[in-house]
């Protein structure tokens, strides 16, 4: 056995040489090299001699310098440029490179230069019987029922071999036995499929289950094989398999249709009753691409449309269905389907733009054109007949030229810019066949802009608030103002308008950046001077002729603490803070020696003043009240005690940063008689200076009084003119003391209060909770916010 076998290699060898000898005389002749070899075979393995064949030396096919043409598929071969040998460069498998062909050929184009020749070289790839047939499943459980008549069929899964010819599966053999035989039921292009038919009818009683090998075994030699074990069960009773009604089934269908189209209905019918007689269907022995365009109801038995059909890939399709019973042992029937695809209209209308002007004025008439397109379907009559339109509610029409085919898309009403800049125009084009095709085009125009809208202020009035003592040249506070146009006519410019009145001497300080409308002050702002003034300013645009528009800005000054205190009381005669005060010797504790007046100019805690000793001679004498600056003594005197004693006065406000003045009183102590002599002397002079410093002190504490209640008002003023959700009330304080009002902003949560009260000592306490002598504010910065 193992000599024939030795034999036959040796025979198949020689007989391999004679083709390839036969080969190449025939490639000569024919002036194309032609070499065949096997797949897989070793890398570095000679094709052929390309020097041998084309009768030229190795050293002239050397310097000729022979190559392969970039582009081939140089990758498989190398030529060796000393002998010029083609071989093998990687292993070569054919079903990759030539999958199912019948001959499977590499072509290579060569050149050889000085002179330049080209010669074709084809190299053909003898298929090897490399592959085993393989069953898609190792083991098949079929269910016979014992009354399951001789001759019934059963269709097997087709083992596949991906080699080609004669090296695919040829045959199929089933294990001896004495129930069953095989046949085998030739498909075509699907190859050959394995039919297990019943041949003698089964007794469960004898034997309950059968167990079979069914082997594939292709062309090669020798002949490789797989196989698939089928494990039958043998079922008892329900003894009658669904019958079609129809031996041919056969339907036509239009390619694109609907999914879910019902293509055909088939109907079967089984003898039994009840679960016996209850038949369903499903697909049989079909491939995947049957599954992906077609489905079959398991009730109704209608196969439907699930995928999309082109009569272009496929005209026609073979579907196996299977009928089934839902007895105990399922009875099934098979029964082939053709369903042959209808071609229908599949050229839909083509759309070419021959003139497009993309950018059209926002002020363009109805029926100005904006584009030609031209609309043409390569199918005839119903199918060629087109109807086109303008898609959606966009202010554009289609119009028929004078020229067949031609259409001008053109607007047919008024366009606006603002409120749409850019249009996609979808043209629509539909025939008239059955189905209609549709195509669409999309041209997008750009609406150019207009000057027609006036600069917009972010705000109808603005208010501003500075602090005085502003950095003179620096910006203060600005405006902005939106343009809904675009371009130049967007392109804002600012200016303060002046006028001959009041405002313009203040303004007259104030200068505005055009570009960006930053207001620059020139000067610094006096609190004291100028509490709030108010000027206009205009928004103009770029257009031609260009718009614009105005807004009132209210600028509010806050008070600095900026002005020291000013000393009313003691005043000498050359302007110093400097008085001498005589008291008697025999004076008591609590003896009113002199009271220090003084003023401040600022308001608020910038104004609140406060009294203190820096410097005294006996501490244990004098006490200064911090409040009223009275001077009290606070013991009697002694013999002990000097006759002259120097006090001086630090007045200081309550500013973030304090200002301060100090005023220096003398005290002279005296015998009683003395002190009344003194009194008599000076009577008449300080009568006469006293009305003075009182009228002085008159007029500075009602000039002071009066701005203060000026600014209560206006502040008052403002907040009820931005909301009337609050009211203020003031209670009397059973503490107050008569002295000058002031004001404490604080916030609480989410809200704003100002107190509003009598002075208070620095160590007073506010309570919260309490809401006395408060009035709420709006929070501006949430007022804003909410604005924006």
Request: charged share 25%.
């Amino acid at each position: 056995m193992e000599r024939s076998g030795q034999e036959y290699r040796r025979q198949e060898r020689k007989w391999f040489a004679f083709v390839l000898a036969l080969s190449l005389i025939f490639s000569k002749a024919s002036g194309q090299i032609r070499y065949s070899i096997s797949e897989e075979i070793k890398e570095g393995t000679a094709v052929g001699n390309i020097a041998k064949d084309l009768g030229m030396d190795p050293l002239v096919f050397k310097e000729r310098g022979f190559r392969i043409v970039s582009g081939s598929t140089e990758s498989l071969f190398q030529v060796n440029e000393n002998d010029g040998i083609l071989y093998v460069d990687r292993n070569i498998d054919r079903e990759e490179i030539c999958q199912r062909t019948s001959v499977c050929l590499i072509n290579l184009k060569t050149v050889l230069e000085n002179p330049l020749e080209i010669h074709y070289i084809a190299v053909e790839v003898l298929d090897v019987n490399d592959h085993s047939p393989s069953f898609p499943e190792n083991n098949k459980r079929l269910e016979i029922s014992e009354s399951t008549l001789p001759g019934t069929r059963f269709q097997l899964h087709a083992a596949f071999d991906p080699d080609g010819g004669l090296n695919s599966v040829q045959q199929y053999k089933l294990s001896p036995n004495n129930n069953f035989r095989l046949e085998v039921k030739d498909r075509g292009k699907d190859g050959k499929v394995p039919i297990l038919q019943l041949q003698s009818s089964l007794d469960r009683e004898a034997s309950s289950s059968h167990k079979l090998l069914l082997t594939a075994l292709d062309g090669g030699k020798p002949p490789k094989s797989g196989t698939m074990e089928i494990l039958i069960d043998v079922l008892d009773v329900n003894d009658n398999a669904p019958v079609f009604t129809k031996d041919v089934y056969s339907a036509e269908i239009n390619e694109n249709s609907p999914v879910g189209t019902t293509v055909i209905r088939v109907n079967a019918t089984d003898m039994d009753d009840g679960l016996n007689g209850d038949v369903s269907y499903s697909f049989g022995n079909v491939n995947s691409k049957v599954r992906e365009l077609f489905d079959v109801d398991q009730s109704t038995g209608d196969i439907t449309v699930k995928g999309q059909l082109d009569y272009e890939v496929d005209e026609s399709y073979e579907i196996d269905i299977q009928a089934s019973d839902s007895g105990a042992v399922p009875l099934r029937t098979e029964k082939s389907v053709t369903v042959n695809i209808k071609d229908i209209n599949d050229n839909a209308p083509v759309i070419e733009v021959t003139s497009l002007s993309n950018t059209i004025s926002e002020d363009s008439r109805p029926g100005t054109t904006v584009a030609l397109i031209s609309i043409t379907d390569l199918d005839s009559g119903g199918n060629g007949k087109v109807v086109s339109f303008v898609q959606g509610d966009a202010p554009f029409a289609l119009t028929p030229s004078i020229q067949d085919n031609m259409y001008a898309v053109v607007t047919k009403s008024k366009l606006d810019r603002e409120k749409k800049m850019v249009y996609d125009v979808t043209v629509i084009a539909k025939d008239a066949g059955e189905p209609a095709l549709t195509s669409q085009k999309t041209l997008r125009v750009v609406v150019s802009d207009v000057n027609d809208n006036s600069p917009k202020f972010s705000m109808s009035q603005y208010n501003f608030y500075v602090t005085e003592n502003n950095p003179p040249g620096t910006s203060v506070f600005s405006v902005i103002a939106s343009d809904g146009d675009e371009g130049d006519n967007a392109l804002i410019s600012y200016h303060i308008l002046r006028n001959a009145g009041y405002e313009n001497k203040v303004t007259s300080f104030l200068n505005m950046n055009p570009e960006n409308g930053d207001i620059l002050a020139l000067k610094s702002f006096d609190f004291e001077t100028v509490k709030t003034f108010q000027f206009q300013v205009v928004a103009t645009d770029s257009g031609t002729p260009s718009l614009s528009s105005n807004v009132t800005v209210n600028v509010f000054i806050l008070d600095q603490n900026d002005n020291a205190p000013v000393i009313l009381y003691p005043l000498s005669s050359n302007g110093s803070a400097e008085g001498v005060e005589e008291i008697p010797r025999n004076v008591n504790a609590g003896h009113l020696v002199s009271k220090v007046r003084a003023y401040d100019a600022d308001i608020g805690y910038n104004g609140w003043l406060l009294f203190s000793l820096q410097e005294v001679t006996d501490h244990s004498l004098f006490g200064l009240d911090r409040y009223t600056g009275q001077i009290r003594t606070l013991r009697s005197f002694t013999e002990t005690d000097e006759a002259e004693h120097k006090l001086l006065i630090l007045v200081k406000d309550n500013g973030n940063v304090s200002l301060s003045a100090t005023a220096t009183v003398i005290v002279k102590v005296v015998e009683p008689k003395e002190a009344f002599a003194a009194s008599d002397v000076k009577s008449a002079a300080k009568d006469e200076e006293g009305n003075d410093v009182t009228f002085y002190l008159m007029i500075t504490l009602g000039s002071v009084s009066v701005l203060f209640l000026i600014s209560i008002i206006v502040l008052i003023a403002m907040q009820c003119s931005k909301s009337t959700d609050y009211t203020s009330k003031y209670l009397q304080e059973t503490n107050y003391d008569g002295t000058l009002c002031h004001s404490i902003q604080y916030r609480s949560g989410d809200k704003r209060y100002m107190l509003v009260g009598p002075r208070m000592s620095i160590g007073s306490t506010i309570v919260p909770g309490s809401h006395a002598n408060t009035l709420v504010l709006p929070d501006r910065r949430r007022a804003s916010g909410e604005r924006t």
